[in-house]
């Protein structure tokens, strides 16, 4: 019950990811990485409005060439993935996404330009 002249307390909700949009995300991290006849496959599942079963080949995509994704963007997978709870893919999507997310990780530690002593022009064998 609010306090008269005390202002009402509220949980945050957290908002429900807009599931073409995020396979839209995730195809512009992808893209570069996938065979055309995939990416064909997910833009036509999008475009049909099958956008769990775009985001299950994006994931997988992204998770198997170790690409790196911001932490927006794999926050917004991990909030989405929780509206699927229970369905059968789902538990194989988080460790995929847990894969991902150690990938971007390293990718994000890893020093910029960073080349070994044997990688330099004209080193020697």
Same mark, same amino acid.
């Given at each position: 019950?609010?306090?008269?002249?005390?202002?009402t307390r509220t949980a945050a909700v957290a908002k429900v990811p807009d599931d073409t949009? %995020?396979?839209? @995300? *995730?195809?512009?991290?992808?893209?570069? #990485?996938?065979?055309?006849? +995939?990416? !064909?496959?997910? #833009?036509?599942? &999008?475009? &049909?409005? @099958?956008?769990?079963?775009? &985001?299950d080949v994006l994931i997988t995509a992204i998770a198997r060439d170790r690409i790196a994704?911001?932490?927006? $963007?794999?926050?917004?997978?991990?909030?989405? *993935?929780?509206?699927?709870?229970?369905? !059968?893919?789902?538990?194989? %999507?988080? $460790?995929? $996404?847990?894969?991902?997310?150690?990938?971007?990780?390293?990718?994000?530690?890893?020093? +910029?330009?960073?080349? +070994?002593?044997?990688?330099?022009?004209?080193? +020697?064998?």
């Amino acid at each position: 019950m609010a306090t008269p002249g005390r202002p009402t307390r509220t949980a945050a909700v957290a908002k429900v990811p807009d599931d073409t949009a %995020l396979a839209w @995300e *995730l195809v512009a991290a992808a893209r570069p #990485h996938m065979a055309r006849a +995939e990416a !064909d496959d997910v #833009h036509i599942a &999008i475009g &049909i409005g @099958e956008t769990f079963a775009a &985001i299950d080949v994006l994931i997988t995509a992204i998770a198997r060439d170790r690409i790196a994704i911001g932490e927006d $963007l794999l926050a917004t997978v991990g909030t989405w *993935l929780g509206c699927y709870l229970g369905q !059968d893919a789902e538990p194989r %999507l988080r $460790l995929l $996404l847990a894969d991902v997310a150690r990938a971007s990780t390293d990718a994000m530690s890893a020093p +910029e330009g960073r080349a +070994e002593p044997w990688a330099a022009a004209g080193a +020697e064998a």
